[in-house]
């Protein structure tokens, strides 16, 4: 499978706790980001990588969030302290660097965090 | 406040009849409307990705059409299956350097029924 790479694809964890994603972009793609999706709402914009630069993050990206990409391949993002509220979808996708910004987003299959 | 609104938030529809979803937005300048399709707990697949110069869109059974003046853009789907039952979220690329500006609608779940 050539897609976008997430993992885990389910974690359930108590408040408190730390927890890491992982996203492997298609291998092409120098452009990584990161999406967190509620029920019933659209994906919002937490972060963009172009290769290991973080370029973007969105005010949503609290101080409990930190997203690496350090070798331009992988992306990890981290949540500290987990929050109920961070119970959400979490989706990574990548794009080529030529595509522009009408290029397709390609998304993976996400991570689904629950929080008890 | 929300700059793509979708509707309606929800439809059901017999199996092989067509159906029509609405998006409508105020993002200005503009540059880019997106459809994506995104089944229960998966990430969204794109359907289709139109420029401001583009008034209409297909991909399979799939037309989507935008009015560029009337910020409204409309996706049709003919004949519908039951693997067309999913959430269809509109996206908005505004004019300008920042990913972080695209704006997403909450999508419009259809479902299909035999």
């Known amino acids: 499978d050539t897609g976008v790479s997430q993992n885990p694809r389910h974690k359930i964890t108590k408040r408190g706790q730390n927890v890491t994603f992982r996203c492997d972009p298609i291998?092409?793609?120098?452009?990584l980001y990161w999406y967190r999706q509620t029920l019933g709402q659209g994906p919002e914009f937490l972060t963009y990588?172009?290769?290991?630069?973080?370029?973007?993050k969105s005010r949503l990206l609290s101080d409990r969030f930190s997203a690496e990409r350090p070798k331009g391949s992988f992306s990890t993002l981290e949540i500290q302290r987990t929050e109920q509220g961070d119970s959400a979808m979490y989706l990574c996708a990548s794009s080529p660097g030529t595509s522009g910004r009408t290029g397709e987003l390609f998304f993976g299959e996400g991570s689904r965090l629950t929080v008890l | 406040k929300n700059q793509v609104e979708q509707s309606p938030q929800s439809l059901i529809i017999l199996e092989g009849k067509n159906c029509t979803l609405q998006?409508?937005?105020?993002?200005?300048?503009?540059?880019?409307l997106r459809w994506y399709k995104q089944d229960t707990g998966r990430g969204p697949v794109s359907l289709t990705i139109?420029?401001?110069?583009?008034n209409t869109k297909s991909n399979g059974r799939y037309t989507a059409t935008l009015d560029a003046d009337t910020k409204q853009s409309s996706l049709h789907i003919t004949a519908s299956q039951l693997s067309d039952s999913a959430s269809y979220i509109c996206?908005?690329?505004?004019?300008?350097?920042?990913?972080?500006?695209?704006?997403f609608g909450a999508g419009t779940q259809v479902v299909v029924t035999p």
């Open positions: 291998s092409e793609h120098n452009r």
């Open positions: 998006c409508n937005y105020t993002v200005s300048p503009f540059s880019n």
């Open positions: 139109m420029t401001f110069s583009e």
């Open positions: 996206v908005v690329g505004p004019l300008g350097d920042s990913w972080g500006k695209l704006q």
């Open positions: 990588f172009q290769n290991e630069a973080q370029l973007e």
